[in-house]
């Protein structure tokens, strides 16, 4: 957590998105998270869970992953992770990178405070599983696909 990209996204959310969603909970959870705890004040909406032994139970029940980075690098392993799950991913330009996904059927682009805010207002709670995320991961990122295209390039060679 203590990457300056990721500090960036959850400063957005905090500051810009999440005091306009009362009835909406962010929960944060990974590595290095806790240290939120101490840095930032008026987290009424927004749960720090910190550090966990598996991501899966917080993947499984998540209405959505918001990945909210507007800089950093290459494809992010977290929009990896939220395909593989089939979860509806709200993100950024930068949190699709390397992913070439139908927007409207991934979740949603979203670039301002706007497209954030209307796009968690308008997802369906408990709609946890997004099938075409799930589709798509399968198609293009999954062990299998991997291992066949590694598998070509050194037949190529």
Do not use: W
């Not at 810009?16 to 930032?40: A, I, Q, T």
């Not at 979860?87 to 301002?112: M, P, Q, R």
């Not at 599983?129 to 589709?135: G, K, S, T």
């Amino acid at each position: 957590m203590d990457y300056p990209p990721n500090i960036e996204a959850f400063e957005f959310m905090q500051k810009k998105v999440m005091p306009f969603l009362e009835d909406v909970c962010l929960n944060v959870v990974g590595k290095n998270s806790e240290m939120l705890k101490n840095r930032y004040e008026n987290l009424s909406n927004i749960e720090i869970v910190g550090e966990v032994k598996s991501l899966d139970p917080y993947y499984i029940y998540a209405d959505a992953v918001i990945i909210p980075l507007f800089s950093g690098g290459g494809m992010k392993v977290k929009t990896a992770e939220a395909l593989k799950f089939g979860k509806n991913i709200l993100g950024t330009k930068e949190a699709f990178e390397g992913y070439e996904v139908d927007y409207s059927k991934v979740g949603a682009l979203c670039e301002t405070v706007e497209d954030f805010l209307m796009a968690i207002r308008t997802l369906k709670k408990g709609n946890y599983y997004n099938q075409y995320c799930r589709n798509y991961f399968e198609a293009n990122h999954s062990f299998e696909v991997m291992k066949k295209k590694f598998s070509s390039l050194f037949q190529e060679s």
